[in-house]
């Protein structure tokens, strides 16, 4: 009997030990009991670094593909980035273009910090701001301002474009990158991620705070000359339809490598939404439902996402 408790002991402890090991970045390689206590066990700062940094590892390579076709972009000299995070996805962008300089602000001080510590050098500087707080300092300090993945978060997204209006020459552009659930592709759905994205909607529409499909909303006041917007900008591209058809994919996952990092970056996706939200998430059903599409060689999928950009008038 001792023996036996002996083993059960050695066994958790071996198990416990492990699971500190384990890298939020490779979630996959470990088995399913293992992988779920390591996220279950994860702080929301570890969870939400890695979570950024993933995502602008999957997303990066074909949305810069697309943002370099513009020549907006490529006239643009200083870019502002409202909402930067944790900066990785800005310093990606300034590893592409070394004749500008890029801005980012963002209102954490804690990714405020995180991202001077890693990313900040000559031409790439990050400092606390709010989107929703216009800020004389940056007047006129940018031909281009990004907004990715960050007005689904506002309360007052349409007054974040206002003040950006101010930051902005005439013709300056803002460039939208956000999520819009609706438009997304797959060969291969996991019903999990699907329900999630649902109930934050849902949750989100009962405490009146962020929008996933904002930038839609935005899109069909800009196109029906009805808001207040439509004095200041003008559309130049969208991905979408006002109907939220997709005319463009831009961002295509396919192949291993695509795979591996979508199903890592749901798994911590779905623990963040859970947290964030309390939405139910069932951890072992989406698990089981991941790897599935991990090992399904032909899976693909079109990321539900609406790319934008403005003119200002
Ligand atoms: C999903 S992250 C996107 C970060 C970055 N743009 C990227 O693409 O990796 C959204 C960020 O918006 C920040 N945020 C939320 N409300 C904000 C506000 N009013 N002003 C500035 N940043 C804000 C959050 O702290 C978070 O870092």
């Known amino acids: 009997m001792n023996r036996l408790m002996g083993l059960l002991c050695f066994l958790t402890l071996s198990i416990s030990s492990l699971t500190a090991e384990v890298s939020l970045k490779d ?18 700062e570890e969870l939400w670094d890695v979570f950024l940094e993933g995502q602008a590892e999957l997303f990066f390579e074909p949305e810069f593909q697309w943002i370099a076709s513009q020549d907006s972009w490529r006239e643009a000299k200083n870019i502002l980035e ?6 990785a996805y800005l310093s990606k962008l300034a590893d592409k273009f070394h004749e500008k300089s890029f801005y980012g602000i963002e209102k954490l001080p804690l990714s405020v910090k995180q991202a001077n510590e890693r990313y900040a050098r000559d031409r790439v500087v990050f400092q606390e701001g709010d989107a929703e707080i216009l800020n004389e ?28 209006w101010h930051y902005l020459p005439s013709n300056g552009h803002v460039f939208i990158i956000d999520s819009c659930d609706g438009a997304k592709k797959t060969s291969h759905p996991i019903t999990a991620i699907d329900e999630a994205l649902e109930l934050v909607a849902e949750s989100q ?19 029906s000359h009805q808001s207040q917007l439509s004095g200041l900008y003008e559309v130049v591209y969208s991905n979408l ?3 939220g058809n997709v005319l463009d994919e831009v961002l295509r996952l396919e192949g291993e ?4 990092r979508y199903s890592n970056h749901n798994l911590l996706f779905l623990t963040l939404v859970h947290r964030t939200y309390q939405v139910k998430v069932d951890m ?22 609406h790319y934008l950009i403005l003119k200002k008038k």
């Open 257 to 260: 490598q695509a795979r591996k």
């Open 137 to 164: 300092q940056l007047f006129h300090s940018a031909e281009s301002v990004l907004f990715r993945l960050t007005l689904q978060h506002l309360k007052n997204p349409l007054l974040a474009l206002q003040n950006t």
């Open 205 to 223: 529409r009962n405490h009146g705070v962020g929008n996933r499909k904002i930038t839609l909303e935005i899109l069909q006041m800009l196109e």
């Open 284 to 305: 072992s059903k989406a698990y089981d439902e991941i790897r599935e599409y991990l090992d399904d060689e032909n899976a693909w999928t079109v990321l539900g996402m």
């Open 241 to 243: 339809d006002a109907t």
């Open 82 to 87: 409202i909402e930067s995070g944790n900066g």
């Open 27 to 44: 979630l996959l390689k470990y088995d399913k009991e293992i992988c779920l206590e390591r996220l279950e066990k994860a702080t929301n």
